[in-house]
């Protein structure tokens, strides 16, 4: 067997395993494969949103991005479901009154307003997991026994990795969200295999590693250990004011989060070596092994994106 090509350069092209496809995303397009229940695979081909200035800024394009990646993560895995589900799905059966209300009133507008109210809730669903019930989870126990500072902080931390994990592997164990962590291996191989090089079949994706250092997994663990070392000099005075203070901090947690992700994802020495490797961790809860027609739906996503000279998609 061939030994898979090393890395040649670093591409900011990357994207997101749906529903039955991936979505990728490139410097100027967008491409959202799906497979549909014939066999077949159908794309979509969008402009990549432009945000001027803002993706310029340190720490803000951070929280920018995360933003965006909830919004659009969200409507093109609702794409994903429909397609996947065939000609026999018809949205307007499971279109609920609220839907209706939206649809009749807002009219085309309708799409975003659902979509950023879904990308909404399921921010506020992750800060109250995340954020918001290992705080309030230590408090009660400092009722019961009072703590000291320290001792708090480290408590509060050990329960936030632990949710997160716990939360990690328990939707790994549906069938269909593992499925979708299957795709997302397919993402990460087809990307390995771009950036060392080599010609895109699926031959020469499967040689390829699934982790991969500049991914969703390691930016949200990035973004729980930053908030472990953030939040451990803020007063615990009130459980309520420092919640308070922590959903403050969280824009710049995920700023800090965002360009620790980047500097790993441009740099190879020990200190990178060392940040990203939680990430690598993780990404044995998220990310498994595809099988062929997983890397095929990977190869028809990517190849529409690619920029004509790689360097023109340098991370």
């Known amino acids: 067997m061939n030994q898979p090509k090393q890395e040649r350069f670093k591409t900011s092209v990357g994207g997101q395993a749906l529903m039955e496809g991936i979505m990728m995303r490139g410097p100027e397009k967008i491409c959202c494969a799906v497979r549909k229940p014939d066999g077949t695979i159908e794309t979509k081909i969008e402009p990549t949103p432009k945000h001027g200035i803002w993706t310029k800024i340190p720490l803000v394009r951070g929280a920018i991005s995360m933003v965006e990646s909830l919004i659009m993560g969200y409507r093109y895995m609702m794409y994903s479901a429909q397609v996947s589900m065939g000609d ?19 009219g085309k507008k309708a799409e975003d307003v659902l979509l950023g109210a879904a990308a909404l809730i399921g921010g506020l669903f992750a800060i109250l997991l995340f954020t918001v019930l290992p705080t309030v989870l230590v408090g009660g126990v400092n009722h019961l026994v009072p703590l000291g500072r320290w001792s708090k902080v480290i408590l509060e931390a050990l ?157």
């Open 88 to 106: 026999d799905y018809d949205p307007e059966e499971e279109e609920t009154a609220f839907e209706k209300w939206v649809g009749d009133h807002l």
């Open 159 to 315: 329960l936030k990795v632990a949710i997160f994990l716990s939360y990690m592997a328990a939707i790994s164990k549906m069938k269909e969200i593992h499925r979708v962590f299957e795709y997302h291996g397919a993402e990460h191989k087809t990307i390995a295999c771009y950036e060392a090089g080599d010609e895109l079949t699926v031959e020469n994706v499967r040689k390829y590693t699934r982790f991969h250092p500049r991914c969703g997994t390691s930016f949200l663990i990035l973004v729980v250990i930053v908030s472990v070392f953030l939040y451990s000099v803020l007063p615990w005075s009130s459980t309520g004011l420092r919640v308070v203070f922590k959903l403050l901090l969280l824009p710049v947690v995920m700023g800090i989060s965002y360009e620790l992700l980047k500097w790993c994802g441009r740099s190879d020495n020990i200190a990178t070596r060392i940040i990203r490797q939680p990430g690598i961790w993780v990404q044995h809860l998220t990310v498994f092994e595809p099988d062929d027609s997983m890397i095929e739906v990977a190869i028809a996503a990517v190849t529409p994106v690619l920029p004509e000279k790689p360097e023109d998609g340098k991370w």
